[in-house]
């Protein structure tokens, strides 16, 4: 069983690397045709299954502006369509993972406000809410910020290795440790 060519619905892929590594070298030529062939590959990718056909671009650019920045983390040895296609995978899930998170934050707070009056800012749970803010200020901000991420904004370690440029085991290390100290602190 071999490796299956993915390269069969866009034949220019198989260039992508090469024009990616010229990119690398500052050849610009190769660095403005590299996104020209992209850009739509990346849409179509992140168009199926969109319910709003308007999403579609402005996750295309947030993929290019990732590109443009990760650029220099490509390696020759390895394809280039996977690479690009995780880079599009993480930022349509960040996309959609913020507009949804928003969404449900308004709709919750417009059709359950008993809840939020009764549950988040009733004052015998206002000084919880305070302690939590407080520890985590406490804890040095690269960790804070693996510990959000993760436990209270909802992304896999994976995607936070990715962003912050660590292992997912040392993410998974650092957010099981902030939990240890913050549950110290709270105690």
Same mark, same amino acid.
Do not use: C
């Given at each position: 069983m071999g490796i299956v060519n993915d390269n069969s619905q866009n034949?220019?892929?198989?260039?992508? %690397?090469?024009?990616?590594?010229?990119?690398?070298? %500052?050849?610009?030529?190769?660095?403005?045709?590299l996104l020209l062939e992209i850009a739509p590959y990346i849409?179509?990718?992140i168009s199926k299954g !969109?319910?709003?056909?308007?999403?579609?671009?402005?996750?295309?650019?947030?993929?290019?502006?990732?590109?443009?920045?990760? !650029?220099?983390?490509?390696?020759?040895?390895r394809p280039f369509k996977p690479w690009l296609n995780a880079i599009t995978?993480? *930022?349509?899930?960040?996309? !959609? *993972?913020?507009?949804?998170? $928003?969404? $449900?934050v308004n709709e919750a707070s417009q059709e359950n406000s008993d809840i939020f009056s009764n549950d988040v800012t009733h004052d015998t749970r206002a000084g919880e809410l305070v302690d939590i803010e407080k520890a985590l200020g406490k804890i040095p901000e690269k960790q804070?910020?693996?510990?959000k991420l993760i436990k209270i904004e909802g992304y896999s370690a994976a995607e936070v290795a990715k962003e912050m440029d660590m292992s997912v085991s040392a993410v998974?290390?650092?957010?099981?440790r902030t939990a240890g100290k913050l549950k110290e602190m709270l105690g």
């Open positions: 034949p220019k892929a198989d260039s992508w %690397g090469e024009l990616a590594v010229r990119s690398q070298s %500052g050849d610009k030529r190769a660095y403005r045709q849409k179509s990718r !969109l319910a709003n056909e308007d999403w579609s671009e402005e996750i295309m650019q947030e993929v290019l502006i990732s590109v443009h920045k990760s !650029l220099k983390s490509y390696s020759a040895d995978q993480f *930022r349509r899930t960040d996309f !959609l *993972r913020k507009h949804y998170k $928003n969404k $449900n804070r910020k693996i510990f998974k290390v650092s957010a099981h």
